[in-house]
């Protein structure tokens, strides 16, 4: 299938929108067609719809990659006849009818067994089993569980037996401690960490209650979006606060409430510990459904010009997710009161991305080839990695084949010639690669060894493949519908392509492939940024490397924007603590109180300033 | 390579400053901000970038006269921790190494008119490969040195001919010779030296002075071409060095620093070592001086914005105006070379931080125009306070 109708306008608009964009520096402004434009307008069009993964939108788009492919000669792998590569994945979860039984102990008198039900007294956490459980009660207060290797006591379940017990715990992390001893519990307080560490003590059950002294204080948890196929070994879900009173009521001590526990609870004193709740018999019966979709890759490639391939790990892999948020209805849209629901176009992320895979295919494809060069375009990345992590269990070509893969992750946005290529610690051939690939493309490079990043380049590092990842930063538009294919920056586009396709024309020419190199992963934050409660609207700057938070810019009408934030200022202090990089800010918005206003200390050229910042509630 | 290591000197002479010092280099500095930093600079600089990527460090790029490569120093040589000579061809990206791959080599110089380049080399010591050994097992063991230059003695300055590949012995003096640049003519190279410590007898003083900064004895010497006629024209004590030729070869500009090694400024005199003339005084570390090819201006690196924080500056070449700032970066930014036409700026910077933050070569475009004007409208020298 083809595109007539986008090809014919892509061929018109290369002229009319050069002359209106911006020169980059030391171009000829010239009205040349660009490699990138046609397909970045093709893929982020309205037709593709936003290319939610499953949809109808991400057909298009594949259909478009599919013509495109065939056009510079590309086939589908060897031994199959499709070029799509599809794939399952959870679309969505919801709540089926949970419901949570209260039994009478027994041989206890007068007593009428208790029953609750969805939504507003309990609801399944959206990983849980779907399994029932029957079981006495331990409060385990918060359920939080340090791990020894950060040298910080504390382990809610020190002095408690939990096997075969259904376990409730308090949600978030003690409301009152030092923002020190916060910073770090709440990187063990995300609910999927609080239940794999019930699980791991032997419980068969976990119940999650909001405390009096907490935000949501009382309410039951919504059901968050969660891609995971199966359950997570756990039955989990969430109470109310009248259902904890009644189960607190069970034991006939007016001292022991829910309000009591979590007040003893709440300066992070490790020694204050739970208790069984013997008195307390709970039958939870979650129901969680889980709406399966299939979405698909799209995978192709160039066979080796040499007829018979004689080197080592024959392959060189590169990639792009052509996935995006569809409408943006799964809780990762960025979208403004006014915007939400709108096609969420995607044209940096990853139409551009998508796109430089296409010219850099064409390149290589016109070019003599001593390995095959196999083009990757994936879907679900969007919703976590998805489909490069099915390709990885299951991959089409043996991953131990690949001399590399290359990923493009937003690369439309350039700014003053910065290019950020991540992963570069895979292996310790990149830095001659990228020095000489450099020296003629001449840009301004950050080289971020790292690559466990937020793209499909995690995937092939986890698989050992020497991998790279070119990004070009974040910006005002990311994951909103305004990310339109009016704003790609198409010469520096060109550019990376030029790039890139250097770089990948290095490899498919090695004689001995790329070593991989394990880069060591960075303190593992465990819950993630589950503890991060509070919305501050502010947008960091990851491409630039500054002493402090740079910022890319504000959400309006956030509470940044509110404060007089602005791009190019640089986050120094929060309430204190010094911010010296990206994660010292995420601790300490950890710590934050919503509604509480806080000093907050920035540089803008080059001048110290001070504002106060009213953080607001993260939905 | 003092071209590069400032910092070393001093340090030693001050017991306690080594760390600071040596952060300086190492390390993103302080002060100077990022964001408002950018537009600054562009005001000289744009298309600011990397240019090299392999190594633990690398810099010091010299142009070669026909302005398409450049000659660099890089520690990225297997088996060898120590700096390596290569050239960088910049229409093709390739890069090949030079020197021999022993020993430790700096400061190197394309020779105009000929198919000659100088370095400075230690290779013909025999313990050459046992030091490397030892410098790789020390790695290994997971401690870090702190950066020093430790101006081996055996350090002698080399004329690589590119079409044998032979290596010529200019010096043997014993004490280090390096820091040495031709002239525009290619007949002459001038050069620092520290043989000054060991072809007479010290005095007592000037013993323990040798063995806490022998760089107390480098003075300016002026040789042919082909290492005949080697002549002082220094006798200040303090570390004399970093000497380059104006840009038509009538001068000598350099970098001298005081007794103690704290403070540096940059001179100007003529090749007869007379008309000795001070070109900065901001009383802290001003060095690494070269002429804009124009004549109208030198480029220079001083820390005069805080002991860490090195930063670019030009000076009219005559000294009489207050320096102008052109750098306004994190991280240390030092030994800026103008290309032959002017129009481009190679330095070595820490400003890329992570993989970079031991220093690596960057380059830029350089805005001449926009550097005269600032030279025109800069007020008249100003001495530094006395503290």
Known sequence: MTYPHVRHVAAALPLVLSLLATPGWGQPVAAVATRTRAHVTALASDRTDGRMSGSPGEQAAGDYLIAQLQRIGARPLPGRSDFRAPFE??????????????????????????????????????FSDNVEVTADLVFAGYGIVVPESQNFGYDSYATLDVKDKIVLVLRYFPEDADPQTKAILTRYSDLRYKAMAARQRGAKGLLVVTGPNSPNAGETIPMSFDTALSGSGIAAASISAPVADAIFGSLGDASKTLAAAQRALDSANPHVAGFAIPTATVRLTPVVTRETRTASNILAYLPASTGTVSVARPWVAIGAHYDHLGHGDHGN??????????????????????????????????????????????????????????????????????????????????????????????????????????????????????????????????AGVPCLNFFTGTHV???????????????????????????????????????????????????????????????????TEVKGLLLSGVIGGGPADAAGLQKGDIIVEIAGQAITNSYDYTYALETLKIGVGINVAFTRNGERKQTTLTPGARK | MIRARVGTGVSLAVAGTLAVLTAAVAQPGAGGSAAGAGAQERDFLSRVRRLTVEGRRSGEGYWSPDGRRLVFQSEREPGNPFYQIYVLDMTSGDISRISNGLGKTTCAFFRPNSDQILFSSTHHDPRSKQLQDEELAFRASGKERRYSWDYDTETDIYA????????????????????????????????????????????????????????????????????????????????????????????????????????????????????????????????????????????????????????????????????????????????????????????????????????????????????????????????????
């Open chain 1, 477 to 543: 538009d990311y994951h909103k519908p305004s990310d339109t294919a009016d704003k790609i920056n198409y010469e520096d586009l060109d550019r990376i392509v030029e790039f890139a396709a250097t770089i990948a024309r290095r490899i498919v020419d090695l004689e001995t492939a790329p070593t991989f190199t394990k880069v060591e992963q960075q303190a593992d934050p465990g819950g993630g940024r589950a503890g991060v409660r509070v919305f501050t609207g502010t947008i960091p700057d990851y491409s």
């Open chain 2, 160 to 387: 690589y001919s590119e079409k044998t590949g032979d290596l010529t012995r200019l010096t043997t003096a014993k004490g280090y010779d390096a820091e040495a640049s031709y002239s525009p003519d290619g007949q002459w190279i001038v050069l620092s030296s520290m043989r000054d410590a060991y072809n007479r007898t010290l005095t007592a003083g000037e013993q323990k002075q040798l063995e806490t900064d022998p760089s107390y004895f480098a003075e300016i010497y002026l040789m042919k071409a082909d290492g005949s006629g080697q002549t002082r024209l220094t006798t200040t004590p303090g570390y004399d060095g970093g000497p380059f030729f104006n840009h038509d070869g009538s001068r000598i500009v350099w970098r001298r620093f005081d007794e103690n090694g704290l403070i540096a400024n940059v001179w100007s005199m003529k090749l007869d070592g007379s008309d000795q003339t001070q070109i900065t005084d901001f009383g802290s570390m001003s060095w690494a001086p070269y002429e804009h090819p124009s004549g109208s201006y030198i480029i220079f690196a001083s820390n005069k914005l805080g002991f860490e924080n090195f930063e670019l500056f030009i000076v009219d070449s005559a000294g009489t105006k207050e320096p102008v700032r052109v750098t306004y970066t994190d991280g240390f930014d030092g030994l800026p070379v103008p290309s032959p036409d002017g129009r481009q700026l190679a330095w070595t910077s820490a400003r890329s931080g992570g993989s970079g933050s031991a220093g690596q070569l960057f380059l830029a475009q350089w805005n001449h125009e926009k550097a005269l004007e600032a030279i025109r409208t800069a007020p008249p020298r100003q001495s530094p306070k006395k503290p």
């Open chain 1, 333 to 462: 849209s960025l979208a403004t009161k006014d915007d939400a629901g709108k096609i969420h176009h995607g044209a940096d992320d990853n139409a551009s991305g998508t796109s430089a895979v296409l010219a850099v295919g064409e390149i290589l494809s016109q070019a003599t080839r001593k390995r095959n060069v196999l083009l990757q375009f994936w879907s679900g990345e969007e919703l976590g990695l998805l489909g490069s992590a099915a390709y990885v269990n299951r991959p089409a070509v043996a991953l131990d084949q690949l001399a590399a893969y290359i990923n493009f992750d937003m690369v439309g946005r350039m700014q003053d010639n910065k290019l950020t290529v991540q992963a570069t610690g895979t292996s310790d051939a990149w830095g001659r690669v990228i020095e000489q690939a450099n020296i003629a493309a001449g840009f301004d490079l950050l080289l971020q060894p790292d690559p466990y990043q937020p793209t499909d380049v995690a995937s092939f590092n986890q």
């Open chain 1, 89 to 126: 994945f959870t679309a969505g979860t919801k709540d089926g009818g949970t419901t949570l039984t209260l039994e009478c102990a027994a041989g206890r008198a007068g007593c009428a067994p208790r029953r609750f039900a969805v939504d507003r007294d309990v609801r399944a956490l959206s």
